[in-house]
């Protein structure tokens, strides 16, 4: 699902951000295609101020000279002096005939009452505008019109200047764009598939915690389950193994040893089926805890708490369960009373209630376990240290895991693996934080890291 999902994801950004990079190269392709025009229209005017100058100020024009500036910039030059035009055919062939481009040129300036044909009256040069001339084969031109007098009368130029088509330019230019354009798009379809992937990796990550919490809820539910189906079959197995005797009267009664026997097994079976139904009722109370965690429905009081009552409370609750485990606990206190905790006490006194209980059960015989607490600026760190077996360091990342058991050979049926799942909830809704370390000579220690409330800060030290 992950996959298929990676591969959507993927192909939907690579496609709009494709969409948007092909847009982008299409207008800088367009943007390219409108500064070569404006160079190739730069270009044309030099032409022709640099005629035109020659034609003023310059040696004598020659045929070599005409045919040499034509080729070489793709122009038609036609000069008339007193009407009479030069005799001189030009240096290449355009698509359309020379002298209909000529005289399409002259019309385009009698629009702007620039005549070739008439003398001008003033002694300044009369130029037209550069306009644009089409020919019959889908060729185009620029073209203008200069008219200036001269000592024996006056002349007339008409420039034309081959205007490179833009499906050319295109052709020119395109393929390069296009391979921007396709190298960008593979660019962006691996860039897309790294991202994705990482994107997805919380995603397949919840997935399968979310099928091992499944998975081990019902193994978990399986085995209460069994024990409750095989105690019922039992009871009747029982029953339907001790039928009643048949008495002197003639009438259906069992004998008292019969009745004991019986009783005495059915109530065995009965304690089996109601510590199972406790043990179903606390894992499904555990699991509801966290999915209403999950959901964001899980609030706690805010209240003041004492905590130096909370912990001697908490020490008294363990102090008889220790002892039938033959285990010491301390509770190490500093001497100045410890600020209040703004919070649910229920609520921690069950986040405590969880670390005793885990630390008890994984602490052997003649050893102890130390509750401390000490306040440094604004946190107090509440600690529970055992002198178990202690956690690997490989395992510690994920002992806040539902479901998630350090021993997996243990086969404590009080212990589901959710109890420190729920520590670190507690914790985070009171905005703490939990951690877990090595005791020092063995065994592990947890600390909560809890906020003081705010006319307590800076008290202690």
Request: one cysteine or more; a neutral charge.
């Amino acid at each position: 699902m992950i996959k298929e999902l990676r591969k959507k994801l993927t192909l939907l950004y690579t496609v709009t951000t494709g969409t948007i990079l092909t847009l982008v190269v299409a207008g800088l392709l367009f943007y390219n295609l409108r500064v070569s025009e404006k160079d190739a229209l730069q270009t044309f005017q030099n032409q022709i101020v640099a005629v035109a100058s020659r034609m003023q100020y310059g040696s004598t024009i020659s045929g070599s000279w005409l045919a040499q500036t034509e080729a070489s910039e793709k122009l038609i030059i036609h000069i008339e002096e007193n009407r009479e035009p030069f005799l001189y055919s030009g240096s290449w062939a355009p698509a359309t005939d020379r002298q209909t481009l000529i005289d399409r040129a002259r019309e385009e300036a009698l629009k702007e009452k620039v005549n070739p044909a008439v003398r001008p009256v003033s002694s300044s040069v009369i130029q037209s505008s550069v306009f644009t001339v089409k020919g019959d084969q889908g060729d185009s031109y620029y073209g203008t019109i200069l008219v200036f007098p001269t000592a024996k009368g006056y002349q007339s130029l008409t420039l034309l200047g081959y205007r490179t088509p833009g499906i050319s330019l295109i052709r020119s230019q395109g393929p390069r764009f296009l391979l921007f354009d396709i190298l960008g798009i593979a660019a962006l379809f691996f860039v897309s598939w790294y991202f994705v992937g990482k994107s997805l990796e919380p995603v397949e990550m919840s997935r399968k915690r979310q099928n091992e919490f499944i998975a081990a809820a019902s193994h978990e539910l399986r085995s209460p389950l069994a024990v409750i189906e095989s105690s019922v079959t039992a009871i009747d197995a029982v029953a339907a193994s001790h039928p009643p005797l048949q008495s002197a009267e003639g009438s259906d009664s069992p004998s008292p040893l019969q009745s004991a026997e019986c009783s005495e097994k059915q109530a065995q079976y009965l304690k089996n089926i109601r510590s199972e139904c406790r043990r179903m009722a606390a894992l499904v109370g555990d699991m509801l805890l966290l999915a209403s965690t999950d959901a964001g429905n899980w609030s706690i009081k805010q209240e003041t708490v004492d905590m130096d009552t909370l912990l001697i409370e908490t020490y008294e609750l363990f102090e008889p369960v220790c002892q039938n485990s033959q285990v010491r606990l301390f509770l190490e206190l500093p001497e100045e009373t410890l600020p209040h905790i703004t919070g649910d006490a229920s609520c921690l006194k069950q986040l405590l209630t969880i670390l005793l209980d885990n630390a008890v059960s994984y602490t052997p015989a003649n050893k102890k376990i130390t509750i401390s607490a000490a306040v440094k600026g604004k946190e107090m760190t509440i600690s529970v240290a055992d002198q178990g077996c202690g956690i690997p360091a490989d395992v510690r990342a994920h002992i806040f895991d539902r479901f998630y058991r350090g021993d997996t050979s243990r086969t404590d049926k009080r212990h589901f693996g959710l109890g420190l799942s729920i520590a670190k909830e507690l914790t985070t809704l009171h905005g703490g934080r939990i951690s877990v370390d090595e005791t020092e000579g063995g065994g592990a220690t947890f600390r909560v890291k809890l906020p003081v409330t705010a006319e307590n800060e800076g008290q202690r030290l």
